[in-house]
Structure formats: structure tokens, C-alpha cells
């Protein structure tokens, strides 16, 4: 059974950053697609990063240039590193897992992420 946990989750000031974490198991990790969602107060849950397991990356318009998923194969590690952060990230944070090129089909239980101006 796939397990994802996330981690890293906190409060911050604008202009900070925070370091998100999702450990994996239950699958082969390097053959895993994996990203970070987020769902916002009062908002449906959004895109914000993938990375394929070929390393391919893609982000949503709202955090390009400020965050950075990166995966970790030998630790089954999904990072969301967020720079610059501004009050509207504030959200609860999804980690997830999917085999490769068909989707996302695990969630993490979520990791709370607020952004104070």
C-alpha cells in the first residue's frame, strides 16, 4: 500500500521560505510521477508542481520562479522548496504519487502552510 507523508509544513512571515518534505512508500519510487497540491481557505485544491520520475518538472503560473520540487530516489523523497513566499500560499499542502504518465492516484495527509504579512 502507498503511504506519503509529508512534512515541513509551518508559520512564516512574507518573503520567507519553508522546505516541504513527502516521503514515499509502497511503490518504486523511481518510477513515480510525484507532486505537490494545495488546496487554500475557502478554495478548491490547485496544481502547484510535478516532477516525473524522468526528472521532468512543471509548475503552476502562481509559484514559477519563487518555488522548486526536487525528488530524492535513493531516500524516496519528494522536496518542495518555497521562496519568497507570499500570504496567498497560504494552504494545506498535498503531497502526490502516481505510476509514470498516467496521473496521481495516492495522497499525503496534508501539511499546513501559512503566510502571515
Not at 5 to 19: D, F, I, P, Y
Not at 26 to 51: C, L, Y
Not at 62 to 71: A, L, P, Q, Y
Amino acid at each position: 500500500q502507498v503511504q506519503l507523508v509529508e512534512a515541513g509544513g509551518g508559520l512564516v512571515q512574507a518573503g520567507g521560505s519553508l522546505r516541504l518534505s513527502c516521503a514515499a512508500s509502497g511503490r518504486t519510487f523511481s518510477s513515480t510521477d510525484m507532486g505537490w497540491f494545495r488546496q487554500g481557505p475557502g478554495k478548491e485544491r490547485e496544481f502547484v508542481a510535478s516532477i516525473r520520475w524522468s526528472g521532468h518538472t512543471a509548475y503552476a503560473d502562481s509559484v514559477k520562479g519563487r518555488f522548486t520540487i526536487s525528488r530524492d530516489d535513493f531516500k524516496n523523497t519528494v522536496y518542495l522548496q518555497m521562496n519568497s513566499l507570499k500570504p496567498e500560499d497560504t494552504a494545506v499542502y498535498y503531497c502526490a504519487s502516481g505510476p509514470r504518465g498516467v496521473g496521481f492516484d495516492y495522497w499525503g495527509q496534508g501539511t499546513q502552510v501559512t503566510v502571515s504579512s
